[in-house]
């Protein structure tokens, strides 16, 4: 590793800050919803109905609804694109290299009598990354971000009422993420190579849900997701001219990150006996991340980089439609509100307003074997930034167009017994 020196900060303390609030733009912009292929089917509009074992997910107090022993498994292929135009005035355009992820998921209930249930499951729900050309114009903000989050809930349902359920889940949940970016060297020809690996083995949260059925054709339900507390420890790396080893990145760090609350409210009515519409909202606090802290290990010296986002929300309505007895055609369409004012837009993740429509199938092929298959588009809107508060080349703003999106399948698997 290179000596750490005073002039170290100049350089790698706005380097790493910019690197590491980066994945928060990331973790915000890909919160993966896509828990279950019956529930992205529905456009993720799943709180009031709950009916298969993703409710350990969107809403614990669903597993009430179930009897003996239910087991999903499954997987998404995600495939996000993203492309930027400029730097204004300029409009040559740059892509993202074609990547696909695939969050799988786990879920497993049992009901213990009458009053009780329990589950257990595995799932990601932050994930994805975004990848750029090496000599692009803004590989001194992002060239390679990822991040992987996992989180295994243990949850207890409970029937106060015959039309009340409640439920109550323990998260534990780990998580690494990496960060590659290249930063000037001048007087010296070239760029230096900035790494960052960190990752966190024992993070925790809870979730709270209640569902109620006030009215045989009508459901309500609600879910709480809390804050977890992230503390990685991570490493960074860089290479670059011999002369200015000294002031490179490298050693140990260390950087507290949460991830913001979730909040859902839904309610699902059937209109007829094979017609169920579904209605969600879903609100996320991320004004609760507004300073940023990195501390270097060996140094103690720590510094901080404000970052100013706003609470968001997601609109979602879903429905299902019966085909017969064993077949039921899913549809959905929601609309996602980005956390990021325009002017913070990072290419770690291009962070605009999102609509996302989903068509799907929920298939029973025997009496205890269930398969759901789901698609899903994501489209942003197309975003210009002409004020942009993120500087690739001294005090140049990062001003262009932005376009995101991506294609989604899920597959679901389920069983019963």
């Known amino acids: 590793m290179y000596k750490k020196t005073g002039g170290t900060l100049k350089i790698v303390t706005i380097s790493l800050l910019i690197a590491l609030a980066s994945f928060k733009m990331y973790a ?12 992205m089917g529905m456009g993720g509009a799943f709180t ?18 179930f009897y003996g022993t239910q087991i999903m498994f499954g997987t998404a292929l995600i495939s996000p694109f993203s492309s930027f135009r400029g730097v204004a005035p300029k ?52 060239l390679e971000t990822s991040v992987q989050v996992f989180a295994i809930p243990v949850v207890v349902a409970y029937k106060p009422l015959d039309n009340l359920f409640v439920s109550a889940s323990f998260v534990y949940s780990f998580a ?16 230096a190579f900035v790494s960052l690996e960190g990752k966190d083995n024992s993070a925790f949260g809870y979730h709270l849900s209640a569902m109620y059925k006030p009215l045989k054709e009508l459901t309500i339900g609600a879910s709480f997701h809390s804050q977890i507390e992230y503390n990685f420890e991570g490493t960074a790396k860089s290479t670059g001219a011999e002369q200015l080893a000294a002031r490179l990145p490298g ?38 991340y507004d300073t940023l802290a990195v501390e270097f290990v060996q ?26 007895e064993d077949l039921n055609v899913l549809g959905g ?79 679901s698997l389920s069983y019963s017994f």
């Not at 990601?124 to 590989?139: A, H, I, V, Y």
């Not at 609350?261 to 609100?283: E, H, I, R, S, T």
């Open 28 to 39: 915000g912009g890909f919160q993966i919803n896509e828990h279950g292929a019956k529930a």
């Open 48 to 65: 009031a109905i709950a009916n298969d074992p993703s409710a350990l997910y969107f809403n614990g107090a669903g597993m009430m609804q």
């Open 91 to 142: 409009i040559d355009e740059y892509k993202t290299a074609n990547q696909v992820f695939y969050p799988s998921h786990f879920f497993a209930t049992h009901r213990l009598n009458e009053d009780w249930s329990v589950g257990l499951g595995f799932s990601s729900p932050f994930g994805l990354g975004t990848k750029w050309d090496e000599n692009w114009p803004g590989r001194y903000l992002a």
């Open 176 to 191: 690494n993420v990496k960060i590659t970016r290249k930063n000037p060297q001048t007087p010296f020809e070239g760029d």
């Open 251 to 288: 050693g140990d760090i260390k950087a507290d990150l949460t991830t913001p609350m979730n909040l859902a409210v839904g309610v699902a009515y059937d209109f007829m006996p094979n017609l169920k519409v579904a209605l969600d909202f879903q609100y996320i606090g991320w004004s609760s």
């Open 299 to 324: 140094s103690g010296v720590r510094s901080a980089s404000t970052r100013l986002y706003d609470d968001t929300y997601i609109v979602r309505l879903g429905a299902e439609y019966g085909i017969t």
């Open 333 to 411: 369409i929601y609309f996602d509100n980005s956390p990021v004012a325009n002017e913070r837009i990072n290419p770690s993740l291009p962070e605009t307003d999102r609509i996302g429509m989903s068509i799907g199938l929920d298939y029973k092929l025997t009496k205890s074997l269930g398969l759901d298959a789901s698609y899903l588009f994501i489209r942003g809107n197309q975003l210009t930034v002409d004020n942009s508060s993120e500087y690739y080349a001294g005090t140049s703003p990062f001003n262009g167009t932005w376009n995101a999106g991506a294609h989604v399948f899920s597959l």
